[in-house]
């Protein structure tokens, strides 16, 4: 067992790293996480507008009049339904920073290189001008975003290499002559990413973002959907854990994306009142199967603050069981410690696939709604966060799920507990023949 450990640390350690270094994927991250406090706002706004409550809907009306839902939607609309428009912002920033460049040219050269790739349309009935569907500023466009972001960059990146920039004597203010120096890369920028617009455009598809959505968006949120897929990543990311490297960074900055433009359909879906598409979404993920943190680790915590015997544990369990409640366990991964431990692994990978593997299927045989599509912040307590996200039934769900983990940790902790238990009574009982001889 020993010899297997080493060999897979020695294995998937480098190629972990070598991800979690990625600077695209880095990037990625970056993006989700500084649009994550606005798609946090967005989905409670969406949650206020469809309140499940009998009578709901017609108190509303009585209060505000018939079109009281746009008070509440339209702060959606302009947090989710455009979140790709933000998320290629702190992606373009996170970028710049990586190579030290100006972020503020990077921004403007992403911005308006999605801009320029995202498909438009002419106003009718006389009206001058066009307009860009709102669709394609949030999940739909999502890809492209990304792609966008990550090209248009490197394109900056490359002028600034080469020196291609106009430069103004010294004595000119640095906010005119930062305007000067980005006037070439983006004059590329705009160049090349026009003749891309219109290549696609001489093609089936129309536009880079149609091409995109059918050959890269469906097919891995199609994928991303899946069970055997979810069950796949959750491994990885639990063996990324047993070694010390924190995998849900790792998995996040390839999961995310696809994740939350599932979540993204589940919330179209949720506000217009049409059945809820996927199962597998970012909430899925978040409040299903990380109770207490990835590894499902509220269970452990309950049992470690309720019967551990050794005082180790006992010291453990009143540390970890606050922090375990909003989902945070460092203190149990790295304070039993789960790394590189044989007996706390086992359950640590098992629970998280045991837990997706219940809750798939109470939403799979209608046992437990869908969820709703609402980004609930990660810290929110079990059973309040499945009661959001999925109703009473998803808030009994957790408690089940609590159960259940504590059902898969109990053995491992109680043998992890007594090899602690017994090394303090051979130190105790060292100790007090040393005082006897003494």
């Not at 798609?39 to 409670?44: D, K, M």
């Not at 993204?264 to 049409?274: C, H, K, L």
């Not at 199962?279 to 603050?305: D, E, H, P, R, W």
């Not at 940790?409 to 051979?426: R, T, W």
Request: aromatic share 14%; proline share 5%.
């Amino acid at each position: 067992m020993e010899k297997f450990m080493t060999v897979l640390e020695e294995k998937m350690t480098p190629i972990a790293v070598k991800l979690d270094n990625n600077r695209y994927i880095t990037a990625i991250k970056d993006g989700f996480f500084g649009v994550m406090s606005l798609l946090i706002i967005g989905s409670f706004f969406l949650l206020v507008a469809n309140l499940p409550i009998t009578g709901y809907p017609e108190f509303m009306a009585s209060l505000l009049g018939e079109n009281w839902t746009t008070y509440f939607t339209v702060p959606y609309d302009m947090t989710m339904n455009v979140m790709t428009f933000y998320v290629i912002i702190a992606m373009a920033r996170s970028l710049a920073k990586t190579y030290g460049m100006d972020s503020i040219s990077c921004i403007s050269s992403v911005v308006v290189a999605f801009l320029i790739l995202t498909p438009t349309f002419e106003f009718k009935d006389g009206a001058l001008g066009m307009g860009i569907p709102l669709s394609n500023l949030g999940a739909s466009g999502l890809f492209l975003g990304m792609l966008t972001a990550v090209a248009a960059v490197e394109i900056v990146h490359f002028i600034d290499k080469k020196g291609w920039k106009i430069k103004m004597p010294d004595s000119v203010p640095a906010n005119v002559s930062r305007s000067f120096s980005a006037l070439i890369p983006a004059l590329f920028v705009i160049i090349i990413f026009n003749l891309v617009r219109i290549l696609f455009s001489l093609t089936e598809f129309g536009t880079m973002q149609a091409f995109i959505f059918h050959y890269l968006q469906v097919p891995l949120t199609s994928l991303g959907s899946t069970l055997p897929a979810t069950l796949l990543i959750t491994l990885f990311e639990a063996l990324l854990w047993c070694f010390g490297i924190h995998g849900s960074n790792v998995v996040g900055g390839i999961m995310q994306p696809i994740w939350l433009s599932l979540t993204a359909d589940n919330q179209a879906a949720f506000a217009s009142g049409e059945a809820l598409p996927h199962i597998v979404n970012y909430q899925f993920y978040s409040n299903f199967m990380k109770i207490g943190g990835f590894g499902g680790t509220f269970g452990l915590a309950i049992l470690i603050l309720l019967f551990a015997k050794s005082s180790q544990f006992k010291a453990l369990g009143k540390l970890a069981f606050g922090p375990g409640l909003f989902n945070i366990n460092e203190p149990l991964i790295f304070g039993i410690p789960i790394v590189l431990n044989p007996i706390m692994m086992i359950p640590f990978i098992l629970t998280p696939l045991v837990l997706c593997i219940v809750a798939y299927f109470s939403m799979k045989t209608g046992l437990v709604p869908y969820t709703n599509g609402t980004n609930i912040p990660w810290t929110t307590p079990p059973v309040i966060a499945g009661f959001l996200v999925s109703g009473w039934r998803g808030a009994l769900l957790n408690i089940v799920q609590i159960v259940i983990s504590m059902a898969i940790y109990y053995p491992f902790f109680k043998s992890a507990d007594k090899i602690a238990y017994d090394a303090e009574m051979q130190t105790s009982e060292v100790s007090a023949e040393s005082v006897t001889e003494a």
